[in-house]
């Protein structure tokens, strides 16, 4: 008799561990929140820091294509027009450490209706990327460039010289640890728990460059003037900092 119980209460439990399984694999889903801290482990907090910077550094792109039917002729042409376009750039005050050769490429221009297809002539393109930390030049080189031979002008992006970026992010940073540290000291509060020391600290640095907001305009002697505002972009740090709990 004995027995016997033990077997049907066995045969309870493993139905009661079945039906258990099922309920949680196909019945209605309950959302739960739990948070856990076991004894022993850091209390870790975040805190995160920004601040606004108007960009210093222009960086513009330039590059000249050309088409023909002899490769020879179109790469004299394009490296003439290249060497014209540095030596223009030099002269508005660039440097030479700062006109840097992105790409140089030859595409072979195919007759698709031949069989098989025959080259007719040859695509070459070279790009430079100029860095301008004068913004008051950035018009001029956009135009000089343009009567130069340059017929892929644009694409401007801005960056923040590194003595400034690392001055903000020293701030964003000081705000970010500060907020951090009333969070815990916050939290510690109203868990009536006391904060040991810290133990860990880490950061991630985020940045948000704005596009340029260039509005071509016509002078009164016909040319082409851009006019770029570079905005301000956002430097943020994100801080964790981990505590003994007392």
Do not use: C, H
Request: glycine letters at 8%.
């Amino acid at each position: 008799m004995d027995k016997e119980k033990t077997i049907n209460f066995a045969g309870a439990i493993v139905i009661f561990f079945l039906l258990l399984f099922v309920f949680f694999k196909f019945g209605p889903k309950i959302p739960l929140s739990i948070i856990s801290q076991q004894k022993g482990e850091p209390f870790v907090v975040t805190g995160e820091g920004k601040v606004s910077v108007t960009p210093d550094i222009a960086v513009v792109n330039l590059g000249i294509e050309e088409n023909g039917a002899s490769l020879k002729q179109v790469q004299d042409s394009v490296n003439n027009k290249s060497r014209n376009l540095v030596d223009i750039v030099k002269r508005l005050g660039i440097g030479e450490s700062d006109i840097k050769t992105t790409s140089y490429n030859i595409y072979p221009n195919y007759d698709y209706n031949l069989q098989p297809p025959k080259i007719t002539g040859y695509r070459v393109s070279t790009n430079y990327q100029v860095k301008v930390k004068d913004f008051d030049k950035v018009n001029d080189i956009l135009v000089k460039a343009t009567e130069s031979g340059a017929n892929a002008v644009g694409n401007i992006s801005f960056d923040i010289n590194e003595t400034t970026k690392n001055k903000k992010l020293q701030e964003a940073r000081e705000e970010a640890v500060k907020k951090a540290k009333e969070k815990a000291e916050g939290l510690a509060k109203a868990a009536g728990i006391s904060l040991g020391k810290i133990i860990n600290i880490s950061e991630s640095q985020g940045g948000n460059y704005p596009g340029p907001t260039a509005l071509m305009e016509k002078s009164g002697t016909g040319i082409i003037n851009p006019d770029i505002q570079p905005g301000e972009t956002e430097l943020s740090v994100t801080v964790s900092l981990s505590y003994e709990i007392r």
